[in-house]
Structures are given as structure tokens and as C-alpha cells.
């Protein structure tokens, strides 16, 4: 790192020069970081291409096939805090780039997993990638949230972002040409059996998209690892190691931006991972879209397209508009995008499901830095349990059971009522009281 955390509380009071250097100093940085968002995004939405594909591989309902990607994000809720306590041992920059390596080591496992075909090993080797994620998550957010100035932190967090968006755009792409289209299952009419052999085969057309990975995780890696991280210091920025003293009068607990905020973020992911796991599938349904998952992948690509345009659009409306009122649209739209996709057929439905990326853009980045502001030197441990609860989107199964039970089109009905906590948490919840805002915060 260019230097030493500094502790907030004890950082002089910055002058108008300082501000101004710092606001040109930290771009390079976020252009860096924006490469991190990007990869994680990639290789989340790789999932969404995967899943289909072990759903025929493995002969997997759909509860069983949601129970995959509920392993995922179960990392979320048992790896955050570990990456919280890690980052103050050993800084942001060490943290960054132990979490492209845990990453690494996850992707050669799903290798490994594709030779043996082994269901266990994949479950495996994605609780490892999503843990390294996790350790990202835990450092890159909070670091480009307060990294410049206080009141431009959602539109900052939205651009980045962005890019997190580009990777999940482009990963369905990926997948869908490197998994899905040299598979048997990929090309396959819906509903039709695979033999042994293509399973097998099915199994190990995983092998070289994951060694791609493998290989760019580990230059990143080396990339960030080099390069010289700006130092965070000023009233209420990150602390590495905040006195105990100036700690021990102070409680996440009071801080309701916070404590509604956690379970935003758990029940947003309920509905982003529901969408995305299952659009394939339900594209495909002949009175949907008839499709093949090939040909679904290409729609996919549009859903997480739209999640790009949305940021973009998100952050360049958060410069002239509150956040929270921004939030509160974007839920608005979400929730009635999702009833015209539960009730509709054919390519309205599609179209409903895939226009909820441009609504949906917004809502982690937005609730992140809701949920952190004011909180000063507590915003490391405020940080770790707004990403632990990215576990919410282990609860997709939930989805699953009822798609299995009562039909996956009405199974978006639990979608639609997530979107209804997130309205409510930007009209209300957000809200923090002055006394609790640190001054700059």
C-alpha cells in the first residue's frame, strides 16, 4: 500500500488542497479496482450458465439444482466476518490479493471437479470461489465508498459497479458458447435425456472456461499486488485497527440505516439470485419462449446488460437526486416488472423478466451505501455484515421448493415481494439521525 491506514478520529482535519489532490488521487485506483468488480460479476453469472447445464449432467430437480447455487452464497454468510478480522491483520491491498488466490484455487478445483464428475467436489470447489469473493467483497466496497468525497459514495459504488455489471453481461456469453454450446445438454430440446457418455462429456466441457479464469485471476492477482493503493485517512473513513478506547461507547446496533439495511441486502439477493438462476429455465419453457438453454443464454445476456445500462444510468441520476428516492423508484418498477412476468405468457413474460435488470441495477450498491453512512470508525464491521448477508441469495432454494410445487412462472411471486421490503427500506429505513452521522459522513 502507499501507506498506513489511518485511524479515523486521529487524522487532522484535510484542507481544501488536500481534498482536491485526493479527489484526482483515488481514480486510478478505482479504475484498478473497477477489474475486481468486473471479475466477480463474471464469474457469479458464469453460475447462471452452469447451473442448467449440472441440472441435466446430474439429472437435478430444480430444488436440488437451486440447493447448488444456495452453497454459493452460504460462503457469503460464514467467510465475511473471517475477511473483516483478516483485513485488519493485513490491509486491504494483502486481503485483495489472498482473495484472488483462495479464487484461483476454487476454479482449479472446478477442473478437478469436471475430470472426476463429481457433484461434491463442484459444490466444493464453488463454496471456495465465492469465498474468495467474499473477501473481495468485504475490502472493494467500503474502500470505494469512502475512498473520495462522502456525498458521492452511492454514484461512486453505482459507476464501479458497472462493471461488475459488464462481467455479468458478457460471462453469459462465455458460458453460453464454452459450456452450453459444446454440450449435448446445452443444444438439447427441454425436457430430453442425456446418455452416459454425453454426460460425461457434458461433465468435462468445463475444464477450459475455468483454466481461462484460473489464469486471469492469477495476473490480477500479481497486477494489484504491485500497485500502489492510496492510504484512506480523514473523519470517517476505514480504519485497520480503530483504538479500542474510541470504540467501546459506540454500537452498530443504534444505527437503523444499518440494521434494516442487513436484511435489505439478504432479501434483494432473495430476488436477484431467483431471477438469475432460473431465467434459463424459464425462457425456455415452450409457452415462454421456446427456446433451447443455448439460445436462453443469449436472453440472459440482456438481463445483465440491462443491470450495466442501469448503474450508469443510476449513478448519473444519484449526482442530481437523493439516493433513497432513486431506491424507491427502481423498486416500484421491479415489483410490477415481476407481476407481468408471473401472469403473462409468451414474450411478454420474457421480456418482463429480462426488463428487471435495469431496476434491480441499482439496489446493492445503493443499499450498501445507505446501510454504511455514519458509521465512522465502525464502517469495517458494518462492511462485514452487509456482505454477509449476500447469503440471502442461499435462500434461491426457497424458489426452488416453490417452483417444484406450485409452478416456476407463480414461483416470482416471491421476487415480487421482495421488491415491496426494498421500497420500504428507501422510504424509511434508510434514514439515519444526525446525532449518529459523524461530521463528513
Known amino acids: 500500500m502507499a501507506g498506513p491506514i489511518a485511524t479515523a478520529g486521529t487524522a487532522a482535519p484535510r484542507t481544501g488542497a488536500e481534498a482536491a489532490r485526493d479527489r484526482g488521487g483515488y481514480r486510478p485506483a478505482l479504475s484498478l479496482l473497477a477489474s475486481l468488480f468486473f471479475m466477480w460479476g463474471f464469474i457469479t453469472v458464469i453460475n447462471n ?8 449432467v446430474f439429472d437435478l430437480d430444480y430444488t436440488q439444482t437451486t440447493l447448488i447455487e444456495s452453497v454459493w452464497f452460504i460462503a457469503y454468510f460464514v467467510a465475511s466476518i473471517p475477511a473483516a478480522k483478516l483485513i485488519e491483520r493485513v490491509g486491504y491491498q494483502r486481503a485483495l490479493v489472498t482473495g484472488l488466490g483462495i479464487m484461483a484455487l476454487g476454479t482449479l478445483g472446478m477442473i478437478l471437479a469436471a475430470h472426476r464428475v463429481s457433484y461434491a467436489i463442484t459444490l466444493t470447489a464453488l463454496f471456495v470461489i465465492a469465498s474468495g469473493i467474499t473477501l473481495l467483497q468485504v475490502a472493494a466496497n467500503p474502500y470505494v465508498a469512502v475512498v473520495g468525497p462522502a456525498e458521492s459514495a452511492p ?6 459497479q458497472a462493471f461488475n455489471s459488464l462481467g455479468t453481461t458478457l460471462a453469459p456469453l462465455f458460458g453460453g458458447y464454452l459450456i452450453l454450446g459444446r454440450s449435448a445438454s446445452g443444444n438439447a430440446a427441454a425436457g430430453a435425456t442425456l446418455t452416459p457418455a ?5 461433465a468435462q466441457s468445463v475444464q477450459l472456461p475455468y483454466l481461462i479464469v484460473a489464469v486471469v485471476l492469477v495476473v490480477l492477482a500479481a497486477v494489484i499486488a504491485r500497485f500502489p493503493l492510496p492510504a484512506i485517512s480523514g473523519s470517517g473513513g476505514i480504519t485497520a485497527r480503530a483504538a479500542r478506547a474510541e470504540r467501546a461507547g459506540l454500537s452498530l446496533w443504534r444505527h437503523r440505516n444499518l440494521v434494516l439495511g442487513v436484511p435489505a441486502i439478504f432479501i434483494y439477493l432473495i430476488a436477484e439470485i431467483g431471477v438469475s438462476n432460473l431465467f434459463i429455465n424459464f425462457v425456455s419453457q415452450p409457452e415462454i419462449g421456446d427456446l433451447t438453454h443455448a439460445q436462453a443464454s443469449r436472453y440472459l445476456f440482456l438481463l445483465w446488460g440491462g443491470m450495466m445500462v442501469g448503474r450508469f444510468v443510476g449513478s448519473y441520476l444519484m449526482q442530481r437526486r437523493p439516493a ?16 407481468v ?11 418482463a423478466l429480462i ?14 451505501t445507505l446501510g454504511i453512512r455514519g458509521l465512522g470508525p465502525l464502517t469495517e464491521e458494518g462492511a462485514g455484515l452487509l456482505i454477509m448477508a449476500i447469503a440471502g441469495g442461499s435462500l434461491v432454494v426457497v424458489q426452488g421448493w416453490a417452483a417444484d410445487r406450485y409452478g416456476l412462472q407463480h414461483s416470482f411471486l416471491i421476487t415480487a415481494a421482495c421488491e415491496l421490503y426494498v421500497l420500504f427500506y428507501a422510504l424509511w429505513g434508510c434514514r439515519t439521525g444526525a446525532a449518529a452521522r459523524p461530521a463528513g459522513v
Open 355 to 368: 426488463s428487471v435488470g435495469l431496476f434491480h441495477a441499482i439496489m446493492f450498491p445503493t443499499i450498501f
Open 198 to 202: 454425453e454426460r460425461l462429456a457434458d
Open 324 to 339: 433513497e428516492t432513486v431506491l424507491a423508484g427502481a423498486a416500484i418498477g421491479a415489483c410490477a416488472v415481476m407481476l
Open 155 to 160: 454514484a461512486r459504488l453505482n459507476l464501479v
Open 49 to 56: 450458465t452452469l447451473l442448467p447445464h449440472l441440472r441435466s
Open 341 to 351: 412476468a408471473t401472469f403473462a405468457t409468451g414474450h411478454l413474460a420474457l421480456w
